[in-house]
């Protein structure tokens, strides 16, 4: 059975930094891609960043670019986001999904961790 | 960058009832287009990939259609558990970097 279980969100004031951890077990995980999508309060959807399989390639939203790094540790199954210079705007759920590739999906899904940017 | 618009953005609907939602690219994205649905308080779940394979385990009264720029997610019957919010999803343009639709919510009528 996938499991992937984030860790890391909570309260942090305007200008701070955070990092995302996301736990995942039961897949291939140095095989596989995967990303963080993020939902704000009462909101839609929103891609965040990827990272492929190996951690050699990584790919942001322009809102994040800049701010947000993504990284993985395939020893340890755990994948990363490290967030810097949050503002209201970036409070959401975080989840992170692991991509299927070629039609580029999102398979599986952790719970998600809340993080709220606020003083 | 890709725009995904789906309508309606909410519905109300009864059990049995057939729903239709519809998702638009604002450019041709092929086939890259999936759908998910979200209960409140959970993760999304993947439904349907590549337009209208229907992922493991989901059921056959969902349905998926189309190619280019205009896709449809249909439920034939709908059931007491298929009412959530259901997003679509491309995955066309720009390489690996994802976009979806703003969601539409079905609610019980």
């Known amino acids: 059975e996938v499991q992937l279980v984030e860790s890391g969100g909570g309260l942090v004031q305007p200008g701070g930094s955070l990092r995302l951890s996301c736990a995942a077990s039961?897949?291939?995980?140095?095989?596989?891609?995967m990303s963080w999508v993020r939902q704000a309060p009462g909101k839609g959807l929103e891609w965040v960043s990827g990272?492929?399989?190996?951690?050699?390639?990584?790919y942001y939203a322009d809102s994040v670019k800049g701010r947000f790094t993504i990284s993985r540790d395939n020893s340890k199954n755990t994948l990363y986001l490290q967030m810097k210079g949050l503002g209201a705007e970036d409070t959401a759920v975080y989840y992170c999904?692991?991509?299927?590739?070629?039609?580029?999906?999102?398979?599986?899904w952790g719970q998600g961790t809340l993080v709220t940017v606020s003083s | 960058d890709i725009q995904m618009t789906q309508s309606p953005s909410s519905l109300s609907a009864s059990v049995g009832d057939r729903v239709t939602i519809t998702c638009r690219a604002s450019?041709?994205?092929?086939?890259?287009l999936s759908w998910y649905q979200q209960k409140p308080g959970k993760a999304p779940k993947l439904l349907i990939y590549?337009?209208?394979t229907l992922q493991s385990g989901v059921p056959s009264r969902f349905s998926g259609s189309g190619s280019g720029t205009d896709f449809t997610l249909t439920i034939s019957s709908l059931q007491p558990e298929d009412f959530a919010t259901y997003y679509c999803?491309?995955?066309?343009?720009?390489?690996?970097?994802?976009?979806f639709g703003g969601g539409t919510k079905v609610e019980i009528k």
């Open positions: 999904a692991s991509l299927v590739g070629g039609q580029g999906y999102f398979d599986y």
């Open positions: 039961g897949l291939t995980f140095s095989s596989d891609a």
């Open positions: 990272i492929s399989g190996s951690g050699a390639s990584t």
């Open positions: 450019r041709s994205i092929l086939t890259y």
């Open positions: 590549a337009v209208s």
């Open positions: 999803q491309q995955s066309y343009s720009p390489p690996r970097v994802f976009t």
